[in-house]
């Protein structure tokens, strides 16, 4: 917006306007004097709010032993020459001064292999901020000491699907880890007796979803699936039972019921359970 200047022009005396970062006569067209420097916030919001003082960059994460606030020094094909191997010594001497201890190691190790199980696994972003914050605190903890460092990344992956109410199961986090059952066993067990991990028993509604979309099953299989599931809960049948086992049980129940092509086989194999497991609950649901 315009505002008049106080005094005339040195011309013609005419009236003098300021408008932007110029001072220009009206009458003229002198420009008095100019203003280059800009006078707006140094910084850029993206959410076009400029009260909002955050700066560019990516933000902070706990998925990065640094919490992401590190430089990196990038690749070009532009240098060649002398200037390309000079970029290479600094760039190796600059990897090497971000870990500075054997802790920092074990930790940038299992963070990797954290963000490996997650996107092998196709689980969401707060997983995996999750169980980068449990392999941090068990560090800190010392329960490392003498276990494996894949095994407390399954461990932990594992109990962020658990306190996120995310379907997997252990089979299926072991599977796609570099780790044992008996080294995730052991992993877990240290988490969830000195950490106090805010996890219960695994309900099998949470396996539907997915089991009855591997199964090619209709939603309406999935409904009936869901009132047996809530059948096993008030009579006790889903206690002490893998949950992914009553789950496909279920399934199965209601594709019997709904005359959907399922056999026991494939709902067990869904489930990574034997046959004869989904029968017991099956048979339960039938009496």
């Known amino acids: 917006m315009s505002k008049t200047a106080s005094s005339g022009c040195p011309e013609c005396d005419g009236r003098l306007t300021a408008s932007g970062d110029e001072t220009v006569c009206s009458e003229c067209g002198l420009v008095v004097r100019e203003d280059r420097i800009d006078r707006g916030p140094e910084w850029r919001s993206f959410s076009d709010d400029d009260t909002n003082p955050e700066r560019t960059g990516a933000p902070l994460t706990r998925s990065r032993h640094d919490r992401g606030l590190s430089t990196e020094i990038g690749r070009s094909t532009r240098v060649t020459g002398r200037k390309r191997r000079q970029f290479a010594r600094m760039r190796r001497q600059h990897n090497r001064a971000r870990i500075s201890s054997k802790r920092e190691r074990n930790q940038v190790y299992g963070f990797t292999e954290i963000r490996r199980l997650v996107g092998k696994l196709s689980l969401p972003e707060r997983v995996q901020e999750h169980a980068c914050s449990l392999f ?11 276990r494996s460092i894949e095994g407390f990344a399954a461990a932990t992956v594992y109990a962020a699907c658990r306190v996120a109410s995310v379907a997997r199961t252990v089979d299926e986090v072991v599977d796609a880890a570099r780790a044992t059952h008996d080294e995730q066993r052991a992993a877990f067990d240290a988490l969830n007796r000195d950490l106090g991990l805010p996890i219960g028993p695994v309900d099998p509604a949470e396996y539907l979803p997915r089991f009855a979309s591997k199964l090619d099953l209709d939603t309406e299989v999935e409904r009936r699936a869901r009132e047996y599931v809530e059948e096993t809960r008030e009579r006790g049948i889903a206690g002490g039972r893998n949950p992914a086992g009553v789950a496909a049980a279920c399934l199965y129940t209601a594709a019997r019921d709904l005359d959907a092509p399922l056999t026991q086989a494939d709902a067990a ?11 017991n609950t099956y048979v339960d649901l039938q009496n």
């Open 269 to 279: 194999d869904v489930a990574d359970v034997t046959p004869v497991t989904l029968r």
């Open 136 to 146: 941090r605190s068990a560090q800190k903890e010392d329960l490392l000491r003498g």
